[in-house]
């Protein structure tokens, strides 16, 4: 079993930072691709930021020069620092994670989400 769990979301004022962390647990042998997604109300989950093992990162252009995404490889960990936040980017924010098990094949993992609530 695998799980990913997140944390750091919460109600921020336009212009504030929040820090997300995703940690990942159970029977890994190894965590490649990592990332984090959005979903708005009455919206489709999109893509935020992606991070490879090796550190590629992407991002979404809404949030270009104002998140960053990085990891810890030796505990498993993920990290989406948020900065100059604005109203639009309120959501649940979920982890993502291709991990491969010690006992199985890759495979795509989803934590629970975070709400992040960006309002005056």
């Known amino acids: 079993q695998v799980q990913l769990v997140e944390s750091g979301g919460g109600l921020v004022q336009p212009g504030g930072s929040l820090r997300l962390s995703c940690v990942a647990s159970?029977?890994?042998?190894?965590?490649?691709?990592m990332g984090w997604y959005r979903q708005a109300p009455g919206k489709q989950r999109e893509l935020v930021a992606s991070?490879?093992?090796?550190?590629?990162?992407k991002y979404a252009d809404s949030v270009k020069g104002r998140f960053t995404i990085c990891r810890n490889n030796a505990e498993n960990t993920g990290y989406l620092q948020m900065n100059s936040l604005k109203p639009d980017a309120t959501a649940v924010y979920y982890c993502?994670?291709?991990?491969?098990?010690?006992?199985?094949?890759?495979?795509?993992?989803w934590g629970q989400g975070t709400q992040v609530t960006v309002s005056s």
């Open positions: 993502n994670a291709d991990v491969i098990r010690f006992s199985g094949p890759q495979d795509s993992y």
């Open positions: 159970g029977s890994i042998f190894r965590v490649y691709d």
């Open positions: 991070i490879t093992s090796d550190d590629t990162t």
